[in-house]
């Protein structure tokens, strides 16, 4: 009679181990979300993480893991055979899977506390632009009206919907309905506009007369308030889509509505700066 084999007994295999469990039963799917390999009868101890033994990835978690997850899963591949497309097992994370499960899991009362973050959070965060915008400004030459016309636009109008922009591209389920989302971007304006007033008024212009005061804080607050909704509905236009295709976020199809807010301050700044070289406006 042979001596004992190096080769383990099929008795030690983990279907005969008492204090284990199957996949299912603790409510991972039959195949990895990352790659789709078969779990099916796979079993693993209680309490431990469950590793796909072909690509290493771990269970899913809908949170900020399963955000990271849905990026790397090879089931929304472009280049996925279109006998696969769609069809992923079940157990696979899917962008849309992960995006129900988020808006699943967040509360409608915690949007709304989220969009206030976000609100507040817009407005300094455009501060950087607002400062670049001015440093562009007060060059010398050519480069204070390429600044003032061309650059300072572009940089502020991207900047006061950028925190926005990430939240639709990152984090979608942040927002409930679109009001959410313009509110955010029009906060994000009001609060620049102030920013901004403050500096022109307390900083670079000495002495403002009582009617450059009341324009500031009127037609310069309607003017960025108003380009921030404008780009704001480009945003809305991305979120609506990807929520009620549970895709994943188009930014280009906000381009064009960014593109009319940066034009729209580009003639108000031309205009003014024509109006205060010929005189009419000090």
């Known amino acids: 009679m042979s001596g004992p084999s190096n080769n383990p007994s099929v008795f030690d295999e983990p279907q005969f181990r008492g204090n284990e469990t199957t996949a299912e039963s603790?409510?991972?799917?039959?195949?990895?979300?990352?790659?789709?390999?078969?779990l099916r009868g796979l079993k693993r101890r209680a309490g431990a993480t469950l590793i796909c033994p072909e690509c290493g990835a771990g269970e899913f978690d809908s949170g900020a893991e399963g955000a990271e997850a849905a990026d790397q899963t090879v089931w929304d591949e472009p280049g996925l055979s279109p006998s696969l497309?769609?069809?992923?097992?079940?157990?696979?994370?899917?962008?849309?899977?992960?995006?129900?499960?988020?808006m699943q899991e967040t509360?409608?009362?915690?949007?709304?506390?989220?969009?206030?973050?976000?609100?507040?959070?817009?407005?300094?965060?455009?501060?950087v632009g607002t400062f670049a915008a001015?440093?562009?400004?007060?060059?010398?030459?050519?480069?204070?009206?390429?600044?003032?016309?061309?650059?300072?636009?572009?940089?502020?109008?991207?900047?006061?919907?950028?925190?926005?922009?990430?939240?639709?591209?990152?984090r979608p389920y942040w927002f409930r309905s679109p009001g959410q989302l313009l509110i955010c971007c029009v906060a994000s304006g009001v609060v620049f506009a102030a920013i901004e007033n403050v500096l022109y008024l307390e900083v670079y212009i000495a002495d403002p007369s009582s009617a450059i005061v009341w324009w500031r804080w009127t037609v310069c607050v309607a003017l960025h308030s108003g380009c921030s909704l404008i780009a704001g509905l480009g945003l809305r236009r991305i979120w609506t889509r990807c929520v009620s295709r549970l895709e994943r976020p188009e930014m280009s199809l906000g381009l064009p509505f960014l593109t009319v807010a940066i034009v729209v301050h580009a003639v108000y700044n031309a205009l003014a700066m024509v109006l205060g070289l010929a005189g009419l406006v000090r």
């Open 134 to 170: 001015q440093f562009m400004g007060a060059a010398e030459g050519g480069l204070s009206l390429f600044g003032l016309v061309l650059v300072a636009p572009l940089i502020e109008e991207v900047m006061k919907i950028a925190a926005v922009t990430w939240a639709v591209e990152r």
């Open 85 to 102: 497309a769609g069809q992923a097992p079940e157990g696979a994370v899917t962008y849309a899977s992960w995006l129900r499960a988020r």
């Open 26 to 38: 603790v409510g991972v799917g039959p195949a990895c979300w990352k790659c789709g390999y078969s």
């Open 107 to 127: 509360a409608a009362s915690a949007t709304w506390w989220l969009t206030l973050c976000l609100a507040v959070a817009a407005g300094p965060w455009s501060i």
